[in-house]
């Protein structure tokens, strides 16, 4: 089997993969729902619409684009109160994108938060700076799972999709990678369960922040890199 282009750059979804911040994204849907419905629907019904935009997100629960404006606003006011509380770096995150940053790789941000929490998030998981894109809805006409912001972060940072990964924890992650011929990374540590995540398709599921060493590690060995990442997760 003929080798595939090394990685020279890693995309990463920001929250559920890089920040923990499913609290703070429901705390939010609650009270955006309470607020305007009356009540809050199942939180299932909002995490399957994890990656995509809140604009895109509401509009699934409001009854008129009148309403859909006033529920963005009143999630983003709440969002805005208690955002810097409640989100904060998975564990090994910073000490892995350190390493990679490190190892010459060029990383960039594919998100569905809008520039302003965006970058506010990176800095209070200590990852600003590393970073050479930071990609958002502003940037792109059509946000995830379209592959316009993943290759729109390519030509950002001047890498051809066959050298890239792209690391997330939604289905809508995967989607948008696989569309921009990027491998794809599912992150297990976000709210997907492993049956969601495996459905959509990934090149490999990652069960760890580190994991992403791995697979660059197992590229450089000549051997391919999912078997090898299964092999090293079997053996602990």
């Given at each position: 089997m003929?080798?595939?282009?090394?990685?020279?750059?890693?995309?990463?979804?920001?929250?559920?993969?890089?920040?923990?911040?499913?609290?703070?994204?429901?705390?939010?849907?609650r009270?955006?729902?309470?607020?305007?419905?009356?009540?809050?629907?199942?939180d299932?019904?909002?995490?399957?619409g994890?990656?995509?935009?809140?604009?895109?997100?509401?509009?699934?629960?409001a009854?008129?684009?009148?309403?859909?404006?006033?529920?963005?606003?009143?999630?983003?006011d709440?969002?805005?109160?208690?955002?810097?509380g409640?989100?904060?770096a998975?564990?090994?995150?910073?000490?892995?994108?350190?390493?990679?940053?490190?190892?010459?790789?060029?990383?960039a941000?594919?998100?569905?938060k809008?520039?302003?929490?965006?970058?506010?998030?990176?800095?209070?998981c200590?990852?600003?700076?590393y970073?050479?894109?930071v990609?958002?809805?502003?940037?792109?006409?059509h946000?995830?799972?379209?592959?316009?912001?993943?290759?729109?972060?390519?030509?950002?940072?001047?890498?051809?999709?066959?050298?890239?990964?792209?690391?997330?924890?939604s289905?809508?992650?995967?989607a948008?990678g696989?569309?921009a011929?990027?491998?794809?990374?599912?992150?297990?540590?976000g709210?997907?369960?492993?049956?969601?995540?495996?459905?959509?398709?990934?090149?490999?599921?990652?069960?760890?922040?580190?994991e992403?060493?791995?697979?660059?590690?197992?590229?450089?060995a000549?051997?391919?890199?999912?078997d090898?990442?299964?092999r090293?997760?079997?053996?602990?």
């Open positions: 003929a080798m595939r282009p090394e990685i020279r750059a890693v995309l990463y979804d920001f929250d559920g993969t890089l920040a923990d911040s499913t609290e703070l994204i429901l705390r939010c849907y009270h955006t729902m309470t607020t305007h419905l009356g009540a809050a629907p199942p299932e019904e909002w995490v399957r994890f990656g995509m935009t809140l604009e895109s997100q509401v509009l699934r629960f009854r008129s684009p009148a309403e859909a404006a006033a529920m963005v606003a009143t999630y983003r709440y969002q805005l109160e208690h955002h810097d409640l989100l904060h998975f564990p090994g995150a910073r000490e892995t994108v350190r390493e990679l940053a490190r190892r010459g790789v060029r990383l941000i594919v998100t569905s809008h520039a302003g929490t965006a970058l506010r998030g990176l800095e209070l200590g990852l600003d700076g970073f050479a894109a990609v958002t809805p502003e940037d792109v006409r946000p995830k799972p379209h592959p316009e912001p993943v290759l729109h972060a390519l030509r950002r940072l001047g890498a051809a999709p066959g050298e890239a990964l792209f690391v997330g924890d289905p809508h992650d995967v948008a696989r569309a011929g990027v491998r794809t990374a599912a992150a297990l540590w709210p997907f369960p492993h049956s969601v995540l495996e459905a959509a398709g990934p090149d490999v599921l990652l069960h760890a922040q580190h992403v060493l791995w697979l660059l590690d197992a590229q450089a000549g051997a391919d890199e999912e090898a990442l299964r090293k997760v079997a053996a602990g």
